[in-house]
């Protein structure tokens, strides 16, 4: 089956400073990544897609400047928060559409990964 | 406004007992559904969708889902639940006319022996 990774699966870091989340599908090309947002008790939240090569679509109201998002290849995909602040401690979860597939139903997610801000 | 609603934060059962999990949508016109559960540290994994077609539809671990237009839920259940079937539980739709899945705020399943 298709599988997505996520590193690190968990950080703290302190306030201030950039965190960066890798997002790598493992076993098929993603031309599509997506990178969502979930806060505890909360339903995931779409923060942007993310093409490969080419700039990525951040939802209304995702900062542009704090949430970097890279696609530099087929496998892989990248988020900074830059600037960590206590408030982007959340859980992020990236999924990644296979190139040769429709929309629907060839999107696999990542396990995650917890953002602990100090 | 357009939206998914998972009305139970949090379901208790017995090991061996029936199980069901609601969802219900707010779209215009039937999206497509899904149900995804997701355990401690893992992904999110898809057990069912439904495209189209037969309304009752069966997917992995014994779980099914049924399709109800009229009533705009695509609930989840389980004959017999199984102690592992502990997890998060999340419904999502992608509405027909674009491609960006939304998502319910999940049920929490505690399974007691």
């Known amino acids: 089956g298709a599988v997505v990774s996520q590193h690190p699966s968990w950080v703290i870091c302190k306030s201030g400073t950039s965190v960066k989340i890798e997002c790598r599908s493992l076993d098929f090309q993603a031309t599509t990544m997506f990178w969502y947002r979930q806060f505890p008790k909360q339903s995931l939240m779409l923060m942007a897609t993310?093409?490969?090569?080419?700039?990525?679509?951040?939802e209304q109201g995702v900062e542009k400047d704090k949430f970097l998002i890279n696609h530099a290849s087929l496998t892989l995909s990248t988020l900074t928060v830059t600037s960590a602040h206590p408030e982007d401690s959340s859980f992020y979860i990236c999924?990644?559409?296979?190139?040769?597939?429709?929309?629907?139903?060839?999107?696999?997610f990542g396990p995650g990964t917890r953002l602990t801000v100090l | 406004a357009q939206s998914v609603t998972q009305p139970d934060i949090h379901i208790t059962v017995s090991e061996g007992a029936s199980l069901e999990l609601r969802c219900n949508y707010s779209?215009?016109?039937?999206?497509?559904l899904f149900w995804y559960v997701q355990s401690p540290g893992q992904g999110l994994q898809l057990l069912l969708k439904?495209?189209?077609?037969?309304?009752l539809v069966q997917g992995i671990k014994g779980f099914e889902a049924e399709f109800k237009r009229s009533q705009s839920s695509f609930n989840l259940r389980k004959p017999s639940v199984h102690w592992s079937d502990a997890a998060e539980y999340f419904c999502?739709?992608?509405?027909?006319?674009?491609?960006?899945?939304?998502f319910g705020t999940g049920t929490s399943l505690t399974v007691i022996p």
């Open positions: 779209y215009g016109a039937t999206p497509y």
């Open positions: 999924s990644a559409r296979r190139s040769s597939g429709g929309f629907v139903d060839t999107q696999y």
């Open positions: 439904y495209f189209s077609g037969d309304t």
């Open positions: 999502a739709v992608v509405p027909n006319t674009g491609n960006q899945f939304y």
């Open positions: 993310s093409n490969e090569g080419s700039k990525a679509t951040y």
